[in-house]
């Protein structure tokens, strides 16, 4: 039996919806994986990245310590530097001391310049002694300062990362979305210009038949 016209449009339509329930349903799981991706990785990366701001921050606060403790004690040795240097105007006072006290031969005199001297140059060796205990623990600081300035650039990087995967799954389901979208206005357009068609046939047809 030979099938009229309508048949195969009807047929038409019915395999151009199948067609586009397909794809669509395709297209929607592509799209729902997308998205569920993104929203999982957007969670973990709330949680990362709020662990690492608040790591961030205590770095910082300990860079700027260290920098506090750094420049009390750079104040520290510069007291004891000008501290010494008094010690060697003493001393040089002292030794021209000596040497009129050793004209005069006033021996009991140049034995107490000479305590004199002794009680400076030890004085001195202590702040001499210190200034460099200073410099080891700014060292120290140093030390602790850079290890906490590498920390904060590592932390940027992590946040960096997480901020570039999290952009890499928008795209991805955005252009999942796009494609989706596209896919669907051309079916649509697809079916429009069918059941145009066939309601332009059908009225064809009746007018005909007339």
């Not at 240097?85 to 140049?110: F, I, M, N, W, Y």
């Not at 920390?151 to 890499?168: C, M, P, S």
């Amino acid at each position: 039996m030979k099938l009229k016209p309508v048949y195969w449009i009807a047929l038409g339509l019915a395999l151009a919806l199948t067609v586009a329930v397909c794809d669509g349903l395709r297209l929607h799981d592509k799209y729902s994986i997308a998205i569920g991706k993104y929203e999982e990785a957007l969670t973990q990366e709330r949680v990362n990245g709020k662990a690492l701001t608040t790591q961030i921050a205590q770095m910082t606060a300990i860079v700027g310590q260290k920098d506090k403790e750094i420049a009390e004690k750079v104040e520290v040795i510069g007291h004891m530097t000008n501290a010494i240097g008094r010690k060697d105007s003493d001393l040089t006072e002292l030794v021209q001391k000596l040497h009129k006290l050793e004209v005069s031969g006033d021996l009991p005199a140049q034995v107490a310049n000479l305590k004199e001297q002794v009680k400076a140059w030890s004085e001195k060796f202590s702040l001499a002694q210190s200034v460099i205990a200073e410099k080891d623990a700014i060292i120290a600081d140093w030390a602790v300062k850079y290890n906490a300035q590498v920390t904060i650039g590592d932390t940027w990087k992590q946040k960096y990362e997480g901020e570039t995967r999290l952009r890499t799954l928008a795209e991805k389901g955005w252009k999942a979305s796009e494609r989706r979208l596209r896919w669907t206005r051309v079916m649509s357009n697809v079916k429009s210009g069918l059941i145009v068609g066939a309601i332009g046939y059908l009225s064809y047809s009746a007018i005909k038949g007339k």
